[in-house]
């Protein structure tokens, strides 16, 4: 049962993965602990699955496509945001803004409004630490903020550091930092990343995603005694008016469901206030995105 204060609140969930495994196969599935999820999971299994938690739209996040790919991926979602027939209104696509074609590339999608944003995996072996701190990649993500698009940011916990540099590098884009910055049930590291959020949430271009993390936790643990610490800390340090709610199915599938996710989110934000949960779970979404605000039920 979710608190009274949330029941009639809608969500715009920023970070939906979908793939049918024939037209898109991610080939990271191919690795042997991604075996829970290594089946079509489409909008019919996710409207399934997320049914009585009153979705109202949905932003898609690019699944690591071969680069080959990347131009396909990025023309069927837009198309699918277009038709008005579905919950997903908005996407992040795929790209590698190292590569000296990407201007170009993201040149095509410039005045599509579905396409809000890109991002590329940084937490990846082929990824190098350092990469987003090249020049060829800072001067892309530059041109990002010049058309009006958004960058987000999958990197290694140990990289946050990088991240922050590239944001203050391009104060005219607007950065998402995905899955409180990688974060994770007992993390080895903990300190280092309080400081790290602390410091990131310093950046005014930048909001962050209170998503992903509940793959980290065990199925048979404490969910929200794992996560309680993670959650609270981001919200304080980002502020309510710099969180977003993501739901990262269906990766988090690999450990809970996302009616999981949610309650659990709903108990460790019991304390918060209706407006400040109509905040985090659409309100600042809808406005990051450009997404009608969607009305409460009841």
Known sequence: MHPTSRVHTPIIDTHLHLWDMKQFRPPWLNEP????????????????????????HAVYMEIDINAEKQVEEADWISEMCHSG????????????????????????????AAITGFRQVLQVPDAKPGLCLTKTFVDNIRYLGS?????????????????????????????VLDHCGNASARNINQQTWESDIREFAQIPNVVCKISGIIKTVKPE????????????????????????????????????????????LDRILVD???????KFYHGNAARFYGIPMPKAAG
């Open 33 to 56: 602990a991604e075996l829970k999820i290594r089946k079509p999971c489409t909008l019919r299994e996710y409207e399934i699955e997320t049914k009585g938690l009153n979705i109202a």
């Open 85 to 112: 027939k579905t919950k997903v209104v908005k996407a992040v696509v795929s790209g590698r803004p190292a590569d000296p074609k990407f201007r170009a590339y993201a040149m095509r999608y410039k005045n599509d």
């Open 147 to 175: 058309i009006g698009k958004t960058f987000d940011f999958c990197i290694r916990p140990g990289e946050l550091k990088d991240a922050m540099k590239l944001a203050c590098l391009c104060p005219d884009t607007r950065f």
């Open 221 to 264: 643990w404490d969910t929200e005694r794992e996560l309680f610490h993670v959650v609270r800390h981001v919200y304080q340090c980002f502020g309510p008016d710099r969180v977003m709610f993501g739901g990262d199915w269906p990766v988090c599938n690999k450990t809970k469901s996302l009616q999981d996710w949610v309650a659990t």
């Open 272 to 278: 918060k206030s209706p407006a400040e949960l109509a």
